[in-house]
C-alpha cells in the first residue's frame, strides 16, 4: 500500500516562498509520475505541476509556471514543491499524488494514491 505523506504548508505572505515536501512508502518508485494538485474553497482539484520518477520530465500549469519547482529525491522517495512570488490566489489545500503511469500529466483520473494534503495560505 503506497502511502504518501505531505508536510511544509503554513501561512505566508504575498510574494513570499515556501516548500512542500512528500514522503512516499510502499512500493519501489522507479517509474511512474509523481505530481502536485490544489484546491481551493469551493474549486475543483486542480494539477500543479507533475514530475516522472525516470527522466524527470516536468509539466507546469500555467498559472504556477516561473515561480514554482518540482523536484524529487529518488533515495528518500520524497518529492518536493517549491513555491517562490505566492500570490493569495495560490491559497489552497495542496495534495501530493502518485501514478504508475508514466506521464500522467495533469489527469486526475490517472492517480492512484493521494495524500492528505496540506494548508497553504497567502495574505495580501
Known amino acids: 500500500q503506497v502511502q504518501l505523506v505531505e508536510s511544509g504548508g503554513g501561512l505566508v505572505q504575498a510574494g513570499g516562498s515556501l516548500r512542500l515536501s512528500c514522503a512516499a512508502s510502499g512500493r519501489t518508485f522507479s517509474s511512474g509520475t509523481m505530481a502536485w494538485f490544489r484546491q481551493a474553497p469551493g474549486k475543483e482539484r486542480y494539477f500543479v505541476a507533475t514530475i516522472t520518477w525516470s527522466g524527470d520530465t516536468t509539466f507546469y500549469a500555467d498559472s504556477v509556471k516561473g515561480r514554482f519547482t518540482i523536484s524529487k529525491d529518488n533515495v528518500k522517495n520524497t518529492v518536493y514543491l517549491e513555491m517562490n512570488s505566492l500570490k493569495p490566489e495560490d491559497t489552497a489545500v495542496y495534495y501530493c499524488?502518485?501514478?504508475?503511469?508514466?506521464?500522467?500529466?495533469?489527469?486526475?483520473?490517472?492517480?492512484?494514491?493521494w495524500g492528505q494534503g496540506t494548508q497553504v495560505t497567502v495574505s495580501s
Open positions: 499524488a502518485s501514478s504508475r503511469v508514466n506521464n500522467a500529466w495533469g489527469i486526475p483520473g490517472l492517480y492512484d494514491y
